[in-house]
């Protein structure tokens, strides 16, 4: 490459007409008009010559196109095209321009197939959204840092641990998301946040759940016939967990059975399995009870639009001034099968649409226990519907 000449000044290049004009060593001013031109860098590798634009004129001053005239004639002599160069890292810098909010909301796009509804309820971002995003939202996701989780995690760390521990799991996935998209970020942010914040004194406590011996008298005290209490007794009866039984349609049920679908059952990673629940005689009679306040099939409606929510049945416990929740109903219905009768474990464990066993021991065993369940749950309806002293003897 030729020795530079620094052929043009100031003056020179702001009085010369439309043409090309050479300052030497490759750089160019092209003129258009008097007074608007552009620069150009020609350069020569592999044989073959490039033209390389450098910024308009006069917005790029001659000193400026000089700096970066010298700057990609390094490149070249490093043996790299240098319009390549550029070309890559622009790319660069637009990937690791991606704020962490986008990136959220793409991570929680990607995963929704896995959630329950698709995430419709919003349970998965929301730990994001409340307490990440406010803060680090508008950061680059390649400049989070371990100080940068630790600074916005810190206030909710112990008071709110459950909440924190959820946050800083979302963010762990997003981070592994934008990864896989090919951005340039700290795969170990996370966990080393973690180190920083140091362990969570708070200490999870499980939902409180009702003794089963005490399910009989508030069951029948469930007896104002209203949508909320409705759907507290089939929730008892059927033992199901309270999302479905709130979604529950009048289409999923043939007979005695309700069949849940698939992507409603919380923890079932295979989409195509329904779920089966039996329904005893006194489920039955709820239902049949219920189906008049149906709205659009749905057989516990909102008071305006949707299905009744969780938070309805658990203020109504709340009046009373009870301190169980209604996921607590599964505990007592599994306590009752634990202490009152000789039910197989899987088929206790089934009757909560949990997964019993391994891939391969699903695989090769095809039942779910419908009948089974269908004689455990008609003496669990039993035991709800009679009086406490006499439950107490029912067994095996």
Same mark, same amino acid.
């Given at each position: 490459?030729?020795?530079?000449?620094?052929?043009?000044?100031?003056?020179?290049?702001?009085?010369?007409?439309?043409?090309?004009?050479?300052?030497?060593?490759?750089?160019?001013?092209?003129?258009?008009?008097?007074?608007?031109?552009?620069?150009?860098?020609?350069?020569?590798?592999?044989?073959?010559?490039?033209?390389?634009?450098?910024?308009?004129?006069?917005?790029?001053?001659?000193?400026?196109?000089?700096?970066?005239?010298?700057?990609?004639?390094?490149?070249?002599?490093?043996?790299?095209?240098?319009?390549?160069?550029?070309?890559?890292?622009?790319?660069?810098? *637009?990937?690791?321009?991606?704020?962490?909010? &986008? $990136?959220? /909301?793409? %991570?929680? #796009?990607?995963? =929704? !197939?896995? @959630?329950?509804?698709?995430?419709?309820?919003?349970?998965?971002?929301?730990?994001?959204?409340?307490?990440?995003?406010?803060?680090?939202?508008?950061?680059?996701?390649?400049?989070?840092?371990?100080?940068?989780?630790?600074?916005?995690?810190?206030?909710?760390?112990?008071?709110?641990?459950?909440?924190?521990?959820?946050?800083?799991?979302?963010?762990?996935?997003?981070? *592994?998301?934008?990864?896989?998209?090919?951005? &340039? $970020?700290? /795969?170990? %942010?996370? #966990?080393?946040? =973690? !180190?920083? @914040?140091?362990?969570?004194?708070?200490?999870?406590?499980?939902?409180?759940?009702?003794?089963?011996?005490?399910?009989?008298?508030?069951?029948?005290?469930?007896?104002?016939?209203?949508?909320?209490?409705?759907?507290?007794?089939?929730?008892?009866?059927?033992?199901?967990?309270?999302?479905?039984?709130?979604?529950?349609?009048?289409?999923?049920?043939?007979?005695?059975?309700?069949?849940?679908?698939?992507?409603?059952?919380?923890?079932?990673?295979? %989409?195509?399995?329904?779920?089966?629940?039996? @329904?005893?005689?006194?489920?039955?009679?709820?239902?049949?009870?219920?189906?008049?306040?149906?709205?659009?099939?749905?057989?516990?409606?909102?008071?305006?639009?949707?299905?009744?929510?969780?938070?309805?049945?658990?203020?109504?416990?709340?009046?009373?001034?009870?301190?169980?929740?209604?996921?607590?109903?599964?505990?007592?219905?599994?306590?009752?099968?634990?202490?009152?009768?000789?039910?197989?474990?899987?088929?206790?464990?089934?009757?909560?649409?949990?997964?019993?066993?391994?891939?391969?021991?699903?695989?090769?065993?095809?039942?779910?226990?419908?009948?089974?369940?269908?004689?455990?749950?008609?003496?669990?309806?039993?035991?709800?519907?009679?009086?406490?002293?006499?439950?107490?003897?029912?067994?095996?």
């Amino acid at each position: 490459m030729a020795r530079l000449q620094n052929k043009l000044s100031k003056a020179k290049a702001e009085a010369a007409p439309p043409g090309k004009h050479s300052d030497g060593a490759g750089l160019w001013l092209y003129k258009r008009e008097k007074k608007k031109g552009q620069w150009v860098l020609r350069y020569t590798i592999y044989s073959k010559r490039h033209e390389m634009g450098l910024g308009r004129f006069p917005d790029i001053s001659l000193s400026e196109a000089r700096d970066e005239a010298d700057k990609w004639r390094a490149v070249v002599r490093s043996g790299k095209d240098a319009i390549k160069e550029r070309e890559r890292q622009r790319d660069e810098q *637009r990937r690791n321009q991606n704020i962490l909010a &986008d $990136v959220a /909301l793409d %991570a929680f #796009e990607s995963r =929704k !197939a896995e @959630l329950k509804g698709d995430g419709k309820a919003g349970r998965w971002f929301s730990p994001l959204e409340l307490h990440v995003l406010p803060k680090l939202g508008k950061t680059p996701v390649s400049e989070i840092d371990q100080r940068d989780i630790r600074d916005t995690l810190a206030p909710i760390w112990h008071d709110k641990a459950d909440t924190a521990r959820k946050a800083m799991n979302r963010l762990s996935i997003v981070m *592994r998301h934008a990864a896989a998209l090919g951005l &340039d $970020v700290d /795969l170990q %942010a996370t #966990e080393k946040a =973690k !180190a920083l @914040l140091g362990k969570q004194r708070h200490k999870p406590q499980n939902i409180p759940a009702m003794a089963w011996q005490d399910v009989p008298a508030f069951y029948q005290s469930l007896s104002g016939g209203t949508i909320t209490e409705l759907a507290l007794r089939l929730l008892i009866l059927t033992a199901a967990r309270s999302y479905p039984l709130r979604h529950i349609n009048l289409e999923q049920i043939e007979g005695d059975v309700w069949t849940i679908p698939a992507e409603a059952m919380k923890g079932r990673k295979d %989409a195509t399995t329904d779920f089966r629940v039996p @329904l005893s005689q006194e489920a039955q009679s709820v239902i049949a009870e219920a189906t008049p306040f149906a709205r659009d099939g749905f057989l516990f409606p909102g008071v305006r639009k949707g299905v009744i929510s969780d938070a309805t049945m658990s203020r109504f416990m709340e009046r009373r001034e009870m301190a169980e929740r209604p996921h607590g109903f599964r505990s007592s219905f599994r306590d009752w099968v634990a202490e009152t009768t000789n039910t197989p474990w899987d088929v206790a464990e089934t009757a909560l649409g949990h997964t019993v066993g391994g891939s391969v021991e699903r695989a090769y065993r095809r039942t779910d226990f419908l009948e089974q369940r269908r004689a455990l749950t008609e003496r669990w309806a039993y035991a709800a519907t009679t009086t406490c002293d006499s439950i107490r003897h029912i067994t095996a």
